[in-house]
């Protein structure tokens, strides 16, 4: 059986599914938050240590400024709640990409990698305006300024994902089949999961489905 050790999860489908249950795509970003949550329980399960969320890409700027400030509103309510929860259990919280917000946003997120910067037992890497794409770039510029030779472990020195592991396998939710920007370089031999369900309902049952999927793939990594 394969070993698991990090999950990616493109969390696809909340405007979709709160358009369709409640005639609001911010009911979809709180329902998707729910979902959130039974993932991250599910994931402790499986002693898996890595788990990355894409919550909002540096494409998302485009969308409406009320969801955009809902957004962030719901997130800002998710801290100031709930990471004392997370630090009991043992969670470190990272944020990946560039932190460009309100203050208020801002000081929460640094306060809350700070505090849970020693747990060890589940890592959450919360993608926030990130964009792959960018992230190359960065990285080829900070080689460039640094004259460091160019190598596949100079610069994933300057990755927002330095010292995480790449993903074995990524989920995207929503019925959707694109990575959009999302970990293009860390994903190069992952599996990848495309599901028809939307984030909200997306479950426990579904993740253990994909996970024993997972397990069982014969991976070759360029060999026979």
Request: glycine share 4%; net charge positive.
């Amino acid at each position: 059986m394969n070993p698991l050790n990090h999950v990616a999860i493109i969390m696809d489908g909340n405007g979709r599914w709160g358009l369709r249950h409640k005639n609001s795509r911010n009911a979809g970003h709180k329902a998707g938050l729910n979902a959130v949550e039974k993932i991250i329980k599910e994931t402790i399960k499986h002693k898996i240590k890595f788990l990355t969320l894409y919550a909002f890409s540096t494409e998302n700027w485009k969308r409406p400024k009320k969801e955009i400030n809902y957004l962030f509103n719901l997130l800002e309510n998710f801290l100031i709640n709930r990471i004392e929860e997370l630090h009991k259990k043992n969670i470190k919280f990272k944020v990946i990409g560039i932190k460009k917000f309100s203050p208020k946003l801002n000081k929460l997120l640094t306060l809350s990698e700070k505090k849970t910067f020693q747990n060890t037992k589940l890592q959450i890497n919360l993608a926030l305006n990130y964009g792959s794409k960018s992230e190359l770039i960065d990285a080829f510029k900070h080689l460039q300024k640094n004259k460091n030779k160019i190598t596949e472990k100079n610069l994933i020195k300057y990755f927002h994902t330095k010292n995480i592991p790449d993903p074995d396998f990524l989920i995207r939710t929503g019925n959707t089949k694109r990575l959009s920007n999302f970990l293009l370089w860390q994903l190069a031999y992952s599996e990848i999961f495309f599901e028809k369900k939307l984030w909200p309902d997306f479950d426990e049952k579904d993740y253990n489905k994909i996970i024993k999927k997972y397990k069982n793939i014969k991976r070759n990594f360029g060999n026979i």
